[in-house]
C-alpha cells in the first residue's frame, strides 16, 4: 500500500528541526540561494515579534511529510491585512467587500515584508512533482474548509507558476529592477557598457556622493558590530516611518540576524567622524545580492544610490555574483544599470464568481505588465547592439 503524504501546520519553528526545514528550503551546501526562506531568518522574524500576535502575520507554517520525513514546507501565514506584501491585492479587498464579502482573514505563502523573487514550495531534492503538489493542495484545503476568501503565493520562482497552474491557481505578473552581471571585472566595466551619458551620469553621481565628507565601508561576518545595528536602527525607522507609518520590523530583529545571520548580511555604511549618518542593508545568496533597507540621519547628494546601487554592484562584481535586486519600486533604478524584469505570484479565490472576475483582471494585467517590461528595457542606460564604441 502506497504511503500517504500527511500536511500538518505548525505556529513556530520551534516546532520543527532546523535542518529538516533548511533541507527543504536551500538543498545544497554553501549560502542558500534565497536566505530569506532559511529556518533562521524566519525563526528571527518570529522570536523578534515582527510576526505573530498583533502584526497581521500569523505563522502558519505548512508541513509535509512521508513516512515520517519532512519532504516539503512552506512560510504560510494567515493575514488580516494586505500589508507587507508588495504584490497588493487591497482592490480585490475592496471590491469583495462592497459585495458583502468578508476577504480577511486570507492565507500567504510568502516571506514577510520581503520583495524577493524565490522558492515558496520548498521541497527536498527528489521530491519536487509531489511536494509542490502535496502544500498547494494542503493549502487550499484548509483555507476552503475554513471558508477563507482566498490563497496567495507570492514572488514565487517561474516552476512554481507551471504548477500551481496545472493545479487551478491563476497567475499574475508585476516588475523590478534588477541588475545582471555580464563578467565584469570591475565597476568601469560595466560602466564601459552603458552609453556615454549614462556613463557620465554616474561618474559625477558617485563622485558626488563620495564627497559627502567622510567614508563608506562594507561590512560583513564578524566586522559587523552591535552598535552597527544602534545605527542602523535609526536610519531604518526614519524611512519606515515616512513608507510605511510603522516600520514592520522590531528592533530585536536587527539582534537576531546579527546572533544568527552575520555572515548572510553585507552592510554598507557611511561614517562621518567616525559615526555612522546612512546605511544600506543587503543579503547575499549564492548567486544574487539582495537590498533591503536604507536610511540615513544625514542628507548628502547621491548617497542613497551610492550605498544602495553602486556599492551593491561593486561588491557583486567583486564576488562573482551574477544578480543584484535592489527591492520593489524605484523606476530611477533604470538609468543606474538595474533593468525591469517579470515577477510572479499564483493565487485562489474560493468564491467562483469573484475568481473569474479577478481572472479576466489578471489576463488584461499580465499583457499590460509584458508591454512595460518591453518599453522600460528599451529605455535602458545600455548602448544598442552594434553601436560604435563611444568615448568620454
Not at 84 to 89: L, N, P, Q, S, T
Request: aromatic residues 12%.
Amino acid at each position: 500500500m502506497t504511503e500517504q503524504i500527511e500536511i500538518s501546520l505548525i505556529d513556530s519553528l520551534d516546532a520543527i528541526v532546523a535542518g529538516d526545514w533548511d533541507a527543504c528550503a536551500t538543498r545544497g551546501a554553501g549560502a542558500p540561494e534565497d536566505p530569506f526562506v532559511t529556518h533562521r531568518f524566519l525563526l528571527a522574524l518570529e522570536r523578534s515579534g515582527s510576526v505573530g500576535a498583533g502584526t497581521g502575520w500569523q505563522p502558519s507554517y505548512l508541513v509535509a511529510r512521508l513516512g515520517g520525513e519532512v519532504i516539503a514546507v512552506a512560510p504560510m501565514y494567515a493575514k488580516e491585512h494586505s500589508q507587507g506584501e508588495y504584490i497588493f491585492d487591497h482592490n480585490w479587498a475592496h471590491a469583495y467587500e462592497q459585495a458583502g464579502g468578508r476577504y480577511y482573514p486570507k492565507l500567504q505563502i510568502a516571506v514577510p515584508f520581503t520583495p524577493v523573487t524565490g522558492r515558496r514550495l520548498l521541497t527536498r531534492p527528489g521530491f519536487e512533482e509531489t511536494g509542490m503538489a502535496a502544500l498547494v493542495q494542503g493549502a487550499v484545503e484548509i483555507a476552503s474548509q475554513n471558508a477563507l476568501s482566498s490563497l496567495h503565493l507570492t514572488f514565487c520562482v517561474e516552476e512554481e507558476v507551471t504548477a500551481g497552474e496545472a493545479m487551478g491557481l491563476m497567475h499574475r505578473t508585476g516588475q523590478q529592477f534588477h541588475w545582471d552581471n555580464a563578467g565584469y571585472g570591475s565597476f568601469d566595466d560595466f560602466l564601459q557598457a552603458l552609453s556615454s551619458r549614462k556613463r557620465k551620469n554616474i561618474r559625477k553621481e558617485r563622485a558626488q556622493a563620495q564627497g559627502f565628507g567622510g567614508e563608506i565601508v562594507q561590512l560583513t561576518g564578524e566586522a559587523i558590530r552591535p552598535e552597527h545595528w544602534d545605527a542602523f536602527w535609526q536610519f531604518y525607522q526614519d524611512t519606515g516611518s515616512r513608507k510605511w507609518g510603522t516600520p514592520y520590523l522590531t528592533r530585536a530583529f536587527f539582534d537576531e540576524i546579527h546572533n544568527t545571520m552575520r555572515d548572510d548580511v553585507l552592510l554598507v555604511l557611511a561614517l562621518k567622524d567616525g559615526r555612522a549618518i546612512a546605511g544600506a542593508l543587503n543579503f547575499i545568496g549564492r548567486t544574487r545580492l539582495f537590498g533591503r533597507y536604507w536610511g540615513c540621519t544625514e542628507y548628502h547628494p547621491s548617497l542613497h544610490f551610492e550605498l544602495c546601487y553602486y556599492q551593491a554592484i561593486d561588491y557583486a562584481i567583486a564576488h562573482g555574483l551574477d544578480r543584484v535586486e535592489a527591492g520593489a519600486q524605484g523606476e530611477h533604478k533604470l538609468a543606474r544599470g538595474y533593468l525591469p524584469n517579470t515577477v510572479h505570484s499564483l493565487h485562489w479565490i474560493r468564491d467562483p464568481g469573484f475568481a473569474r472576475a479577478v481572472g479576466d483582471y489578471l489576463d488584461a494585467e499580465r499583457a499590460a505588465v509584458a508591454e512595460e517590461v518591453e518599453v522600460l528595457t528599451s529605455y535602458g542606460p545600455f548602448k544598442s547592439t552594434g553601436q560604435e564604441q563611444d568615448h568620454d
